[in-house]
């Protein structure tokens, strides 16, 4: 058996596809005048009528070659043998009608006494013989290709009309076996569809492991995509390869093949009005000038970058310690730089480099400096408190005696929120940097020194935006760590836009120095209802107790170490109005110049010796409001 296997699958590889058409040409010449003499020989007193009848000897050459000519016509030779399935086999039956008629027409006109019985038997022979030897020979071709290939015996889960057309499509296949259908359908399962049983769900681990199973089709093309997504990674975890079939339309492009997520404003989900940006001109204090934006590849320092360059300045130097943020701010840019004439310096390296800070302020005339870079991720600064520290208070500071060794006109802070009360490194960080700036602020005779302190920005690398809609692509579930947790939100642009701002109102005549800018960012928003309508935006329903056949879940997971319920924007009470009705400025206390310079001094020597819990002591020292996680007290 093997060597006849072998003898055909080298005769097969050696034909050509014109004479394989040759092949079954000869077959629909041949099969019409042999389906003849059968449907004679099949008639009771066959063989006396087959002997009275030397008519047929001139029939049979006819028919074959009208056979032939027919067959030519409807294309039935073209036809491959692993595509003959129902539109071809409905071509075999109009083949078989015609030459059903023509037949008779030629017996009627040639012999006497031939039985319609006997026409009858010959049109459902020939079509019955033409269609069985295609399917014969298919079969055989298919033992022949399956020599020594790897078999994929696969389930497909689903047997709507798109399952059955696959397993039509498969069984002509070399290498992959459909062996069942697997379907959530009570009125399916049990019985068989397209020769294959369907099962329900819960005999998939069964059926896997009596028929070694190693892949599953998802043929649910009207399923939403989060379904989807849940079952694959169900399907995954019992070790099988999940893959889906895309609906038609999607195949003819009536719909995404990917991402299904409908695009999401960021501002939406303010909960109030964005801030007027007509009202955001600062022309005069920055065109013409040199800015540097430390943190130039960020979020928050990308935006700035491009809202500067609208007010022409003469020079932006993008300071950044990540090479690949740097390369994609610097591209992003020039073209719109080359438009405004303004010269892009580029510059790799840390804030906490001071021979590079002072380096670069002076080299290039720095005039005004926004300092953005900080390491913000509340749970990784958590867990890197001394890395955290280091970038953000002590980078700070660096950065900001070059300004004042440079005479840079102007130095603004980037803060945050959670800055106010802080339960966590990242905070306490945070406002350690802004106790720097109040006090260079004190000490500096020409340098303005202020601060912006804003919430949650939309959008951002730390937002949960971006994670909300990563999560829900992959079908969820959206995780939450608190039901009840709120946030202050503003958008990339307000938060851009608020820095300038703030650059431009600080002046001598108003500000005694060291002033925190806030933006009136309205009520803050609860974060379950930002996940609540992400889902709903993207075309979803919330799964929960209420609707149990919703897409998407929201989990709640628990406050991460050092996260806040609530945030707060100020620390005191006394509040300032400026230009802006929408920005308000607050001054709060500061440390006096030597307990500051007692807090520094401890924490360069916790950082230099690696000690977490002698930082951790400077913040409990320093930083007043700072309410120490549990982890934290609990290590000590």
């Not at 480099?353 to 600064?381: E, G, M, W």
Request: hydrophobic letters at 45%; a neutral charge; charged letters at 20%.
């Amino acid at each position: 058996m093997k060597h006849i296997r072998s003898a055909l699958f080298a005769l097969q590889s050696n034909l050509t596809r014109r004479n394989k058409q040759l092949i079954l040409l000869a077959l629909d010449i041949l099969l019409p005048p042999v389906a003849l003499v059968l449907s004679v020989l099949l008639m009771r007193n066959g063989g006396a009528m087959l002997r009275q009848m030397p008519q047929l000897s001139y029939i049979l050459p006819v028919i074959g070659i009208v056979g032939g000519v027919v067959a030519v016509r409807l294309g039935l030779p073209r036809i491959q043998l692993k595509s003959y399935e129902t539109s071809a086999m409905m071509r075999t039956g109009i083949y078989a009608a015609i030459m059903t008629l023509f037949t008779a027409l030629a017996l009627e006109l040639t012999t006497t006494g031939f039985p319609v019985a006997g026409i009858v038997i010959y049109g459902l022979m020939l079509f019955l013989a033409s269609a069985s030897v295609r399917i014969a020979m298919l079969n055989m071709l298919l033992w022949v290709l399956r020599q020594g290939q790897p078999k994929h015996r696969v389930v497909i889960y689903g047997a709507s009309t798109t399952g059955v057309q696959l397993a039509a499509a498969l069984r002509s296949h070399e290498r992959i076996v459909p062996v069942a259908f697997v379907d959530d359908n009570a009125a399916l399962q049990s019985t068989m569809v397209a020769g294959l049983r369907v099962l329900p769900p819960a005999d998939l681990e069964m059926l896997v492991a009596q028929f070694d199973i190693d892949r599953i089709i998802l043929a649910m093309p009207s399923v939403s995509r989060p379904k989807i997504a849940q079952l694959t990674r169900k399907l995954r975890d019992m070790g099988l390869k999940v893959q889906s079939l895309p609906s038609f339309s999607q195949l003819v492009g009536e719909e995404e093949l990917i991402d299904n997520l409908s695009p999401v404003a960021p501002g939406h989900f303010l909960g109030r009005d964005p801030v007027d940006q007509s009202l955001a001109r600062a022309e005069e204090v920055y065109r013409g000038q040199s800015v540097l934006v430390s943190g130039a590849g960020g979020s928050i320092g990308s935006e700035l970058c491009r809202q500067i360059l609208r007010y022409g300045p003469e020079r932006l130097v993008l300071y950044e310690v990540s090479e690949v943020a740097l390369y994609n701010v610097d591209r992003d840019l020039k073209e719109e730089a080359e438009r405004a004439g303004v010269e892009i310096i580029p510059v790799l390296g840390s804030v906490t480099d001071s021979r590079l800070t002072r380096i670069v302020l002076q080299k290039y005339s720095v005039n005004v400096v926004f300092h953005a870079a900080a390491y913000k991720h509340v749970p990784l600064v958590e867990m890197n408190p001394l890395a955290g520290l280091a970038n953000n208070v002590l980078g700070t500071r660096t950065m900001a005696d070059a300004a004042h060794e440079a005479g840079v006109g102007r130095f603004i802070l980037v803060s945050s929120d959670k800055a106010v009360r802080p339960t966590n490194v990242m905070g306490a960080s945070k406002r350690l940097a802004e106790l720097v700036i109040q006090d260079m602020a004190k000490r500096s005779g020409k340098t303005l020194f202020s601060m912006v302190r804003f919430g949650n920005v939309l959008g951002s690398s730390g937002s949960v935006i971006p994670l909300f809609k990563e999560q829900i692509a992959k079908g969820g579930p959206v995780t939450l760590t608190h039901e009840d947790v709120t946030r202050y939100f503003m958008t990339i642009s307000e938060a851009a836009q608020l820095v300038l701002l703030a650059g431009s109102f600080a002046d001598r005549e108003t500000s005694r120095g060291g002033d925190v800018f806030v933006l009136d960012m309205g009520k803050p928003v609860r974060i379950r209802d930002v996940a609540v309508q992400m889902i709903q935006t993207a075309g979803y329903s919330v799964r929960d107790e209420a609707h149990p056949d919703g897409d998407i879940e929201i989990v709640v997971t628990g406050l991460r170490p050092g996260e806040k319920l609530h945030e707060e924007l100020l620390i005191g009470e006394g509040q300032l109005t400026t230009q802006h009705s929408k920005i308000l400025r607050a001054h709060e206390e500061s440390l006096s110049e030597l307990e500051l310079a007692s807090a520094l001094r401890a924490l360069r020597s916790a950082i230099a010796t690696g000690d977490e819990d002698a930082a951790r002591q400077v913040i409990i020292a320093w930083v007043r409001g700072y309410q120490a996680p549990a982890h934290a007290t609990a290590a000590q």
